[in-house]
């Protein structure tokens, strides 16, 4: 009879979790601030306290609620922790784990079972801390990498500020809760698109389970699977990319997941939910944002800023050498849009900032305030010439017979040089030939003056002979 009641509690259970996937989230009443943007596609009611949707490729904002206030992240801090290990450490190196790293942990805390004087490489730890969300191997990991897990904290608030960013604290290595550990959805997801633009942890961050092979060092073996319900396979969504699961009674249920679909690589933050919307709300964040937006490649659609080729020569015999277009915009670059949009209708910012030298200009994509991306107007690179010397015969008359049709243009840039540098030559030319004529003019006058006072002094002499 137990044996029955059990079985009939976990099939309730199993039924309760599937209907409530089903159900739309009560709602919240903060306000998503990217409703407000005139014609942006609806985003949904969602239960998080606060999300934002990033499109991590382009930095275009997708989706945001109440996306600047400070809230718990619990786990989710891991994320820096892994970023940071990664930046600072080596895949091999031996983290031992102390005494303070195993023991200063709140009973009952996140954890899997290592014990003080054991060690591990970092590559496993990082694993440990991503997939099995242990506290005792994130202190570890930070006292191995920043000294002491104060050392570490002041490495991670440091990597928060060179971000820009503004509504972030850490105090710990972990997540555990402490009235000065807070960060913002907003926030989250600019430390997330670092870690997930490294494709090393960002296969750590998405791994199902882990098997730890007991060594030397660590004579456990066992397995870990991680909570990440999008991860796991527990909820199926094509194209995820990886995340991090957090919970703390102050913080409530966290997620942090990446998802790359039709070319946009999305990372969607939630806070403060209840289970199980954190993963419904991610999921429906997803949808929006690969539903109501898409790529859309510059160099195909832009025409107020295309540098298009001008037949100013027309002869196959290029004077000047490789004289084609001088300007052209990046043929790889692209904006975030929303579908019910043209690109007529963007709104476009040029500035002449770039540091870079092959770059002219900047054109910055915005649609009613909301940044869409933006492109690049570069200088064309010369074509190296194809030489008679290091071509076969065959090859140089394909060449011509390619350029035979193709208009040739001059660089105008290169045209004007030309024409300053023979015009200062003549110039000096003329000045060299001038002077020369009127120093040779001088010396003819004072050759003249002398033969001159000579014959007048020769007669003055003579009249006085008697």
């Known amino acids: 009879m137990k044996k029955q009641l059990i079985a009939l509690a976990l099939s309730l259970s199993i039924l309760t979790y599937n209907s409530i996937t089903s159900v739309a989230a009560p709602e919240n009443s903060n306000p998503i601030e990217t409703n407000e943007i005139p014609n942006w596609p609806v985003g949904p009611t969602i239960n998080s306290e606060a999300a934002f949707l990033l499109e991590a490729n382009t930095g275009v904002v997708l989706y945001s609620k109440n996306m600047n206030k400070h809230l718990y992240p619990a786990s989710t801090t891991k994320i820096m922790t892994v970023l940071l290990a990664s930046e600072n450490s080596k895949r091999d190196d031996i983290v031992k784990f102390s005494y303070d790293a195993v023991f200063s942990l709140d009973p009952g805390s996140s954890n899997i079972g ?39 904290v002041e490495m991670m608030n440091q990597r928060a500020s060179d971000l820009g960013l503004k509504d972030t604290h850490f105090m710990n290595a972990n997540g555990l809760p402490n009235k000065e550990h807070y960060t913002s959805a907003h926030d989250l997801a600019y430390i997330a698109k670092e870690y997930f633009s490294n494709e090393y942890i960002s296969k750590i961050g998405n791994t199902p389970n882990h098997h730890f092979i007991a060594t030397s060092t660590q004579p ?29 009674t102050e913080a409530n249920e966290t997620l942090v997941t990446c998802a790359e679909r039709d070319g946009m690589k999305l990372i969607c933050v939630v806070l403060n939910a209840d289970s199980p919307y954190q993963f419904t709300d991610t999921v429906d964040l997803f949808d929006y944002g690969f539903n109501n937006f898409q790529v859309s490649n510059l160099s195909a659609n832009e025409v107020r800023y295309s540098i298009k080729s001008n037949n100013i020569f027309p002869t196959s015999v290029d004077i000047l050498g490789n004289s084609r277009q001088i300007l052209d915009l990046n043929s790889s670059d692209y904006i975030i849009m929303p579908k019910n949009i043209t690109f007529d209708d963007v709104e476009t910012k040029v500035t002449f900032d770039s540091s870079d030298e092959n770059t002219v200009a900047k054109i910055e994509y915005s649609y009613h305030g909301a940044y869409l991306g933006y492109g690049t107007i570069n200088r064309v690179t010369k074509s190296k010439n194809v030489s008679a010397f290091d071509a076969s015969l065959s090859q140089v008359e394909e060449e011509k017979k390619v350029n035979e049709n193709e208009p040739i243009f001059i660089n105008i840039i290169d045209v004007a040089n030309y024409i300053v540098i023979i015009a200062f030559g003549l110039i000096l030319i003329s000045f060299i030939i001038s002077f020369l004529i009127n120093y040779n003019l001088l010396d003819n006058i004072k050759s003249k003056n002398r033969i001159r006072k000579r014959r007048r002094s020769s007669r003055g002499s003579g009249n006085l002979k008697f």
């Open 114 to 152: 290592i014990d003080p004087g054991q060690a591990m490489p970092m590559e496993e730890c990082m694993y440990g801390i991503m997939v099995g969300s242990a506290n005792e191997v994130s202190n570890a990991v930070a006292e191995h990498v920043g000294g002491s897990i104060e050392g570490f």
């Open 220 to 248: 456990d073996d066992f397995y870990i699977r991680n909570k990440h319900k999008l991860i796991n396979g527990d909820i199926k969504y094509e194209g995820i990319k990886g995340g991090k699961t957090g919970y703390t």
